[in-house]
């Protein structure tokens, strides 16, 4: 809930209160935003849920509470629509108000968190010798989103990539090697990542073939485990491998991200075991040891148990995710967990949920949240795969998003004869393919599909990240036109003549300029005039009583002489186009909103931390991302009615101000989506 809201919803209780006792203090007054504009921007629906309760008419409830509201400063007078809404318009002068007093606010009007508290963002997370791949994307764009919001929200947040690095995959694969690549078990980068996936596939198809090789695997994976010298050092040259390739994607969409892979939890497995032991929650079943849980069950509709030691004795996902989760309240001392895994997974993290909260682990004020997205399918509706069938490489599905916007710009920019270097096509090219790609992901409920397509990702129209960027570039193209500085009208300097020079400084201004004036004008008529009997000694009896004035106003008292300098100082910075610096602390730009798009526009722009604080709850990007799309749509009707360079004083200043707040507003709640900005497309 905004400022505005909450004030507004204070502002109702209160009234509901004086109009019909103590009793109803505390009572809701449903304040939301107004699900037309006809009907003002808030309605307050309480009368009719109170109806019953007082016996009365939904709108003598409403009347009654309106005789007692007092918004006056914030709204119109308050009307009551149908059989009790109670309907609230925003005043023009509150908006201005509202508007001049994020201008100058890096944070544009949202303020951090009161209670900052540690979180962590558990995303990405790909498994070693293996590539990323479609798979992988939404976790790691969706994982960043939601990190970079709250820690701009002021929490401290702790990005951790939890890598597939442990575990009988690495048994498998050091094992094959061994017997066809033993280099690359000894020396560094002796195979590059793609054969690597493919030796990996070779040795599953071996593995899941040969009985004896599965031996060798595992006896591979006890070496491992032991901390054999020769395994060792091989299982970290593959995994250093991979992270090299893993950092070229990052580097791609700007991700940062602390790796803590599963080896780091191998040594806490047996005390996870041995703790649930302790706690009675174990159970022996076929040889491996159990946790029980509510809610699961089998086809046969038997209890469905959660296994976190095998019958072999080693460990599994949930023995390590038990142990990570653990580490992270204790060591961590996180409040709040987020998982970000495919749809596909949410069993699993309500089943280790159960388990650490029967056990103990999960202390009151520790919040665990598992973020479930959708697939990501091919335009066929299916599952997005290359025409071999293949899983795409997310470093291909990259590199093809930024070839197609290269060849977009080449041939927009052939279209309108315009000529630009290289450098600023690649560039362009680069930062549009990527964006397309990471706003097309974030810009759907991430738990639905989405049909991947470049060509409506890439489109300059609809809700894409080249629409929004080419609105902000638009902007930046107002400042280069009429050679404005925006940062300048932040602080008030620029040439804005309701506060440059007060009206008595106009008058003095003019008297200077009209005295310059007159005395050229005068020498001429006196030449004229000369000849004509009492006419020159006239006029130099008034040019001395001028003088005498002048003298006695502004010359022979220090006050006079500081209001003079003053005048003429003025004067100057006028022409300068500049204001003083006592001028700059005594005057705002005066924000003047008369036309009904720059209320929309202004409006829109003070929703930006109601947006926020509902995507920090919800972690729903989408919700940003549909903010930032109506942004620029109010933008650009605003631009498209309203003159803004040509714009007379005091609107043109506003107008600039307005242009100066939405690409403000468009270049943080983008850069929060992971998304850089250009100043030119």
């Known amino acids: 809930m905004n400022a505005t809201q909450e004030k507004l919803k204070d502002r109702v209780e209160q009234a509901i209160v004086a109009a019909f006792g103590s009793d109803l203090a505390g009572v809701d007054p449903i304040l939301v935003p107004a699900s037309n504009p006809k009907f003002g921007d808030y309605q307050a629906n309480v009368a009719l849920s109170l109806s019953k309760k007082l016996g009365l008419q939904p709108r003598a409830i409403a009347g009654a509470i309106v005789e007692k509201l007092d918004v006056s400063e914030i709204c119109e007078p308050p009307e009551i629509a149908g059989p009790g809404f109670i309907n609230l318009k925003l005043k023009t002068a509150y908006l201005e108000a509202q508007l001049n007093g994020i201008q100058a606010d890096p944070r544009l ?138 950092q070229i994607i990052y580097e791609l969409l700007d991700i940062k ?47 469905l148990p959660l296994i976190v030691q095998k019958s072999d004795g080693g460990y599994n996902y949930a023995t390590t995710d038990l142990a990570s989760l653990r580490y992270r309240i204790q060591q961590d001392e996180a409040k709040r967990i987020i998982y970000v895994t495919d749809a596909g997974q949410a069993n699993h993290f309500a089943q280790f949920f159960q388990v650490a909260r029967k056990a103990g682990w999960i202390p009151d004020d520790v919040e665990l949240v598992h973020v479930p997205f959708g697939l990501v399918l091919g335009e066929d509706g299916k599952k997005f795969k290359t025409r071999s069938g293949d ?24 279209e309108e004869e315009r000529q630009e270097t290289e450098e600023f096509i690649n560039e362009v090219a680069r930062v549009v393919g990527i964006s397309a790609v990471k706003y097309a992901d974030l810009s759907q409920n991430r738990t639905s599909n989405y049909i991947f397509s470049y060509d409506k990702m890439l489109d300059l129209k609809g809700n894409t990240a080249p629409y929004m960027l080419y609105v902000y570039a638009r902007i930046q193209g107002i400042s280069r036109k009429g050679d404005i500085n925006f940062t300048r009208i932040r602080t008030s300097e620029i040439q804005d003549f309701n506060s440059v020079a007060t009206p008595k400084s106009l008058v003095s201004i003019a008297i200077i300029i009209a005295a310059i004036i007159s005395v050229k004008v005068t020498l001429n008529i006196l030449k004229a005039v000369n000849d004509i009997p009492l006419l020159s000694p006239i006029l130099e009896m008034i040019g ?60 829109h722009l003070l929703q930006l931390d109601d947006i926020l604080n509902s995507v920090e709850v919800e972690l729903l990007p989408n919700r940003l991302c549909q903010y930032l799309f109506e942004l620029s749509q109010k933008f650009n009707q605003f631009y498209d009615r309203c003159p803004i360079l040509q714009a007379e004083e005091p609107q043109r200043t506003s107008r600039l101000v307005l242009c100066d707040l939405t690409a403000r507003t468009l270049k943080l709640g983008l850069s929060l989506l992971g998304i850089q900005v250009l100043e030119r497309m």
């Open 391 to 414: 899983v795409v490489r997310l470093r291909d599905l990259l590199d093809e998003a930024v070839s197609r916007s290269h060849a977009d710009l080449k041939a927009r920019l052939q």
């Open 257 to 303: 991200l602390i790796e803590r892979g599963e080896s780091f939890y191998n040594p806490l497995l047996s005390g996870v075991v041995e703790d649930l032991d302790k706690s009675g929650l174990l159970v022996e079943n076929q040889g491996a040891k159990c946790v029980f849980l509510e809610g699961f069950t089998n086809r046969e509709g038997e209890p």
């Open 544 to 603: 001395f009583g001028y003088t005498l004035w002048f003298s006695s106003k502004y010359l022979l008292t220090a006050k006079g002489r500081q209001e003079l300098l003053k005048n003429v100082s003025i004067f100057k910075q006028t022409f300068k186009g500049k204001s003083t610096p006592s001028q700059r602390n005594e005057h705002n730009v005066n924000l003047v909103l008369e036309e009904e798009t720059e209320l929309v526009l202004s409006k």
């Open 109 to 246: 009007g949202v303020p951090a968190a009161k209670t900052p508290k540690r979180e962590i963002v558990d995303f990405s997370s790909p498994n070693i010798a293996k590539e990323m791949h479609v798979g992988h994307l939404r976790s790691t764009i969706i994982g960043d989103a939601i990190a970079r919001i709250l820690e701009f929200q002021g929490h401290d947040v702790l990005r951790l990539n939890h890598v597939g690095d442990w575990g009988t995959q690495f048994g498998m694969l050091i094992a094959y090697l061994r017997e066809v690549y033993p280099d690359a078990l000894t020396t560094a980068n002796a195979l590059d990542i793609g054969d690597l996936v493919s030796f990996y596939r070779k040795a599953k198809l071996r593995f899941d073939a040969d009985e004896a090789f599965q031996e060798t695997a595992r006896q591979e994976v006890v070496r491992l485990q032991a901390g054999a010298e020769d395994t060792l050092h091989a299982w970290k040259l593959l995994c250093e491998q991979s992270r090299r390739e893993f």
